[in-house]
DNA sequence: TTGTAGGCGTTATCAA
DNA sequence: TTGATAACGCCTACAA
């Protein structure tokens, strides 16, 4: 067994009790030689405190639970990087899990979080299946969702504001002179981030009084693949777009890729308004006219909310964060061009 | 205070030691008619067992600790997907977190873990700093080291066979007629990746009997950047390269942009090896060449390792797992040309 | 300024 | 088959 508090109070001719007060107390609650001859000792045997033992006593874990629809998408790479910051400033742990998509594995995890005591859950929800809501709805630990929520869930969101987003893009390309402008998307499925991207596209186009057309918005189901068919299809359509905007990070290139597949040219043939601005976007070729979505300021927003809420000053518990996307103009947009894309090469 | 395992035992009529007996014990511990009594209180009363209790009795926490080097790195979302993988089959949890490539922060986690009693560690190191080793060095958890490792630490290492990948890279290069081999890597920096990658590319031209020459080795600074830098000064010396291998995911694309913006055409003025074969490497242009490293693979297995080692079989303490990477042979690479780079266009 | 002792919620040993 | 009870390691009144 490790060495306990106890080994060190007798070692340091003490009780526990001033030992724990040498630790955790304020500076001078033990008396000085009294505290040099515990840190000696500490130190000599080197004592780690137990902090489930610490937990067990306090009733807190200091301990918070990461619950992603899906980790493997590289976008959370640097979200993470942002909580882990926003937990280690202000010293708790976060258990990462990914529920791949699935709301049993969700679910399954939700109850692991809830044994292991967690004193928070920042939860990115996999689906819109009503049992999600109805598992997570009486929970009492604090809960703060991140990135996306959907219909009754009771907590607070911190989220990109994701019509802004997507609004940006295709004002940029009606700016640009454009007319016809492709939306490519994930499907959506009653998460509200996919909901609310289709939505500022569609009003973006609404409030400049372009026609709506059905036909211009393609969506793919998920990975690295069908957004390349979707892609493809869109411009292979009579009067096909003269631009595009990807809703997605994952979607960028294989929009980009589709373009190039079928022979055209970003962005004199078709322009390309990207997603996320990850950190490659500018050294694609073209570089990448994106929508820039601050990745890991959402993870440490997040974090830094649930640790709010878990110490005690909830401001305001089920309002909404929306941080605010910006248009970065690189070279995959340009002026429409008069005469459309041509015919595919033979 | 949530409901605990003695409210279920005074409702159900039992002690806590058969409420404890049928949550845990093997089927039938307890008599039918009395674990339907305890079921229906448990249920009735949402009783979720304290993992913290628990652990404090076990010593045990069911929790590792994933210490990574730098998380915000897209590659590592990948490999998390792994470890959590493995993790939830087990049981296990996964606490994450981002030491930012500094030792100091990876010391604090490390102090972190041990409070927590964490069951295992999983270890990416971030510097070859000797306070690293030292404080490793003496640890009594089990901990397996994960893609890198560096001398002296004297824990499993799970890792890709870095040496193979690039001189699959070289070697398939060398195939193709290619003479004079550029390679862009991260600065060596003692950790054992970054110095198998380079010695595989070494010995891969040595083997093929192909003269060094250290002008076509050039080692970017971490990030999105440099690689671009080193990419262009390796294409601007006297006698350029014909083809290059790049040594990160991270670096492909810098090596991509840079190529491109010299004006040069990828593979007919010079091919291109990437490594890793991340998701979106199919859809770059033109499609990768790649070095395909199981990034999932790779973390499931290390993850898989560590709680075999906390579960006590321990087959090979110290030893190393190399997981084979595999050539996967794209667009972006061709025959060698006669005549070599074409000045710059003005 | 320091010490004593109770209790946090479990598991597991020993009896019954 | 079940129940009492002693730890596990720490924090924190309350006493001294």
């Not at 994930?186 to 500022?200: I, K, Q, T, V």
């Not at 003269?242 to 004199?268: E, H, T, W």
């Amino acid at each position: 067994m490790a060495t306990t508090i106890e080994d060190v109070a007798r070692e340091a001719g003490v009780s526990i009790a001033t030992v724990s007060r040498y630790l955790n107390g304020p500076d001078g609650i033990v008396a000085e030689d009294t505290g040099d001859r515990v840190r000696a000792v500490v130190e000599r045997l080197g004592y780690v405190p137990n902090s489930v033992a610490r937990s067990l006593k306090t009733g807190r874990t200091r301990l918070i639970g990461v619950l992603l629809a899906n980790i493997a998408h590289p976008y959370w790479s640097v979200v993470l990087s942002g909580v882990e910051e926003a937990c280690q400033r202000a010293g708790y742990g976060a258990i990462v899990s990914s529920a791949a998509d699935r709301a049993d594995v969700e679910n399954s995890y939700l109850r692991a979080f809830l044994r292991q005591r967690v004193d928070g859950i920042l939860l990115n929800p996999a689906t819109a299946a009503p049992s999600t809501v109805e598992a997570w709805a009486r929970l009492t630990v604090p809960v703060v969702t991140i990135d996306r929520t959907l219909p009754g869930l009771p907590f607070g969101l911190v989220a990109m504001d994701n019509a802004l987003g997507t609004r940006l893009g295709v004002e940029h390309l009606l700016g640009l002179g454009h007319r016809r402008i492709g939306f490519v998307s994930w499907r959506p499925d009653g998460l509200s981030n996919r909901e609310e991207r289709l939505a500022g596209y569609q009003d973006a186009l609404a409030d400049a009084g372009v026609e709506a057309d059905g036909e211009l918005i393609r969506f793919a189901a998920d990975g690295w693949s069908d957004g390349v068919d979707q892609t493809l299809a869109l411009l292979a359509e009579r009067d096909p777009p003269s631009a595009i905007v990807s809703a997605s990070s994952m979607l960028n290139l294989q929009v980009l890729a589709a373009v190039k597949r079928r022979g055209l040219r970003v962005p004199d043939d078709v322009s390309v308004v990207g997603y996320d601005d990850s950190p490659w976007d500018p050294l694609l070729d073209p570089p990448l006219t994106t929508v820039a979505t601050p990745a890991k300021g959402l993870g440490w927003a997040a974090a830094e909310r649930l640790i709010r809420a878990i110490e005690g000053d909830h401001p305001d518990d089920a309002g909404e964060v929306r941080l605010v996307p910006e248009l970065v103009v690189r070279h995959s947009t340009s002026a429409r061009r008069r005469g459309g894309i041509l015919p595919p090469s033979p």
